[in-house]
């Protein structure tokens, strides 16, 4: 079984550029999180997903959004990006009712 | 603010040795502690706790969480160069969004 997939890789912006970053999770999986981890430190919540509605958001400025789909796939979308946004973007998935969540191998965006 | 400490922040053992991380929470309405591996990007699951005083184990490695200290240990008995990574624990308080210490970082030398 396939697990969580990330698009794209890598990606290099420049200041004041937007970004979508893509996620797919497991199949059967309703709920997608999203977590900002920079360099040295443990992963920061973003926001999580369920059944296409916004469940939870963390601490993070209205630059960033995020959407769900009919599929459960979502994308994370980081606007007017900052140098400080420059971190792997990591996409967790689970069923929706449990804890457990499995992440997929990031996304690592730097901002020049 | 709920926070999640872990100690030590790194770590260099040789292969054979045991080893014991350590992670303690502070977290409002807390509902279970994961420990996650990390070695080069997709942190993989290793264990959720719900329960005090009961260990999970998965072969060399084992877990065990003390709600009243408020604490959980990772044991890595004979540890080999495979076992070199970092070691993310998280607090859950509401069954969404996981807080995350800052991870132990693990070195096995031959």
């Known amino acids: 079984d396939a697990g969580v997939t990330q698009s794209p890789t890598h990606l290099i912006k420049t200041r004041g550029q937007h970004v979508t970053l893509r996620c797919s999770p497991i199949?059967?999986?309703?709920?997608v999180s999203w977590y900002q981890q920079v360099l040295g430190q443990g992963p920061q919540f973003i926001f999580q997903?369920?059944?296409?509605?916004?469940?939870g958001r963390g601490n993070f400025p209205d630059r960033f959004s995020a959407r769900q789909f009919p599929n459960y796939s979502s994308e994370l979308n980081v606007n007017a990006l900052l140098l400080g946004d420059s971190a792997l973007y990591l996409c967790?998935?689970?069923?929706?009712?449990?804890?457990?969540?499995?992440f997929g191998p990031g996304t690592r965006l730097t901002v020049l | 603010e709920d926070k999640v400490v872990q100690s030590p922040l790194s770590l260099v053992v040789h292969e054979g040795d045991t080893v014991t991380l350590n992670c303690s929470y502070e977290?409002?309405?807390?509902?279970?502690l994961l420990w996650y591996k990390q070695e080069k990007k997709a942190p993989t699951f290793l264990f959720m706790l719900?329960?005090?005083?009961i260990e999970k184990k998965s072969g060399r490695l084992s877990s065990i969480l003390d709600k009243k200290e408020l604490f959980s240990i990772l044991n890595i008995t004979a540890t080999q160069t495979g076992d070199s990574a970092v070691y993310l624990c998280?607090?859950?308080?509401?069954?969404?969004?996981?807080?995350f210490g800052k991870g132990t970082s693990l070195l096995v030398t031959p």
């Open positions: 977290v409002t309405n807390f509902r279970s």
């Open positions: 997903y369920y059944e296409k509605e916004e469940r």
């Open positions: 199949s059967g999986h309703k709920s």
């Open positions: 998280a607090a859950s308080n509401s069954g969404y969004a996981l807080n």
């Open positions: 719900t329960s005090s005083g």
């Open positions: 967790a998935s689970s069923l929706g009712g449990t804890d457990t969540q499995y």
